[in-house]
């Protein structure tokens, strides 16, 4: 660590690896209540089960994200952050703020909780990864913006790299497209439409930059390859993704009232949407082969490769599989779309985080660059139980999907929704199976920082 306010990181690591952890056990709850559908009712329903499990993912997500920017951020820019106090209170007002919403979704029906935090005054709620309360909305902005000034003001006085640039950009992006969250037409066709300008053009847009930002800063570090290199590959990937992804958001408007130009542009610009996380694989490999040194972290490094790999699987391949509206038609809103989503989530962005916190922790806890060789090796034996675990995961749910278009909507003879879901319902008792394996993989890398030893020595070439 080469700068004390580097260590406002930590919190924000720690606190997002417990909120992944809530979200890891509340997916397991719903898990079981797909096949076992009274499983802890009524304490926790399903809906509500559903809602935590989603929103601990934004969240936890967003604190990885800031932990990474207040470590990465003096780094690149060579002088400390403008303001680690502000930091930290800003750190413990998203915490509480986000578990007291999670508590309110948990400990009243959604309908009270709307009451109680007075959305008839200005209604934002109710809608599909936005539940938050009016308030929760509105700490969420001053948080973001607090952030963004904080970081926004070390950039203006440091040194300017294309890192920081593509880095800040992307999260500038996600503070103006949470804006989106506050707009609620009356019209169910603006709702839906604008909808997606928070939730596509935050995971299909601005997120990449993030994600391309936080890879390029780790593939600088751990191979030495040269910046001006890693710099053009990331313009290069920045543009595809901005490209692809804002006209790709018309996959979502194909079946909700809006024109039919949306399908075949929807269509083309999502099925070219692969590229850029194709593009990040093969670049995350190339920087690897022509490394200048043998970094110490080798998990880091594995976290690194394993990001670009399953992010291309999870976003790029799993989304082309259902984006082209003709097979759209059959597939939206069934099993295939849950494959999609949790490889590409966890593949994408869950990956990113932790590998900044595989690389940052050992720092951050006071080594050098590395953690011990022992405690690496548990860590690597993590990181293969958890992909292992979200591969079958993916695998189950599209088998699941296929069965699903199938008896439900292609067939001669469609069947019912609930006679179709007991029919699949073997698909999710081996889902379950796998969240299992992933869990476990979770525990065993979170049981790796404990693990002691000799410290990894820099060997370079």
Known sequence: MK??????????????????????????????????????????????????????????????????????????????????????????????????????????????????????????????????????????????????????????RGRKTVITL???????????????????????????????FVVHLW?????????????????????GVDREVIEKWLYVIVAMSLITGIIGTGHHFFWIGTPAYWQPLGSIFSALEPIPFFMMAVYAFNMVNQRKREHPNKAATLWAMGCAVMAFFGAGVWGFLHTLAPVNYFTHGTQIT???????????????????????????????????????????????????????ITLFLTGAGVLQVWLQRFSDNPLPFMVVQDQIAVFYWLREVAAVVFTLGFVVYIVSFFVKGEEATINAS
């Open 166 to 196: 593509v880095l800040m950009t992307g999260l500038i992006g996600l503070a103006v497209f949470f804006l989106f969250s506050f707009y609620l037409p009356d019209n169910l066709v603006k709702d839906k439409f604008y909808w997606w």
């Open 338 to 392: 849950a494959a999609h989503g949790h490889m590409a989530f966890f593949g994408a962005y869950a990956m990113i985080v932790m590998t900044i916190i595989s690389y940052a922790m050992p720092m951050l806890n006071g080594r050098k660059e590395a953690n011990s060789r022992k405690s690496q090796v548990v860590e690597m034996w993590g990181f293969w139980l958890m992909v292992s675990g979200m591969v079958f």
């Open 3 to 156: 700068y004390t306010s580097q260590a406002v990181a930590k919190p924000y690591f720690i606190a997002a690896l417990a909120l992944f952890a809530g979200q890891i056990i509340f997916g397991l709850i719903m898990g079981l209540q797909y096949v076992m559908g009274d499983f802890l009712f009524p304490e926790i329903p399903f809906n509500a089960a559903r809602m935590v499990h989603t929103n601990l993912l934004i969240v936890w997500l967003l604190f990885g994200f800031m932990g990474s920017a207040y470590y990465l951020i003096p780094e690149e820019c060579e002088t400390e952050l403008y303001s680690p106090k502000l930091a930290l209170i800003m750190f413990w007002i998203f915490l509480v703020a986000g578990a007291l919403t999670i508590v309110g979704y948990l400990a009243m029906p959604y309908a009270t909780l709307a009451k109680v935090t007075g959305n008839e005054y200005f209604p934002t709620m109710g809608r599909e990864f936005l539940e938050q309360p009016t308030i929760t909305k509105i700490g969420i902005v001053i948080v973001i913006l607090a952030f963004l000034f904080n970081i926004g003001m070390t950039l203006l």
């Open 203 to 223: 995971v299909e847009g601005v997120w990449e930059l993030i994600l391309g930002a936080l890879l390029a800063f780790v593939l600088i570090k751990v191979t």
